[in-house]
Nanobody, 127 residues
Framework: QVQLVESGGGLVQAGGSLRLSCAAS????????MGWFRQAPGKVREFVTA????????IYADSVKGRFTISRDNAKNTAYLQANSLKPEDTAVYYC????????????????????WGQGTQVTVSS
């Protein structure tokens, strides 16, 4: 089992930045790919970004490319999401997830590849 706890959400003005953290406990953090997803009110949860177990591979949704950066520190069992140039449409509950980690370094965008989920942290961007 892996327990995930997100933090760092909050209220920010458009154009501002936030750094979300996802602290993991339980089984070996470095055995898992990590992903960030988000769910806005009235919408389905969507993929934001993911990083491979080693940190060598990343992938981003087009909507956040160039503005968001995912990273991880395996020594600290923590994944991060640096969100810059935030827009009102980024408002959502942000979830981190841990999942399948092939040795090849492939990262996945689909939710069913992720086994463990955090409780979410609210990000609100005002215009």
């Amino acid at each position: 089992q892996v327990q995930l706890v997100e933090s760092g959400g909050g209220l920010v003005q458009a154009g501002g930045s936030l750094r979300l953290s996802c602290a993991a406990s339980g089984r070996t953090f470095s055995s898992y790919n990590m992903g960030w997803f988000r769910q806005a009110p009235g919408k389905v949860r969507e993929f934001v970004t993911a990083i491979s177990w080693s940190g060598a591979s990343t992938i981003y949704a087009d909507s956040v490319k160039g503005r968001f950066t995912i990273s991880r520190d395996n020594a600290k069992n923590t994944a991060y999401l640096q969100a810059n140039s935030l827009k009102p449409e980024d408002t959502a509950v942000y979830y981190c997830a841990a999942g399948a980690a092939p040795y090849s370094g492939t990262v996945y965008v689909h939710e069913h590849r992720y086994y463990y989920w955090g409780q979410g942290t609210q990000v609100t961007v005002s215009s």
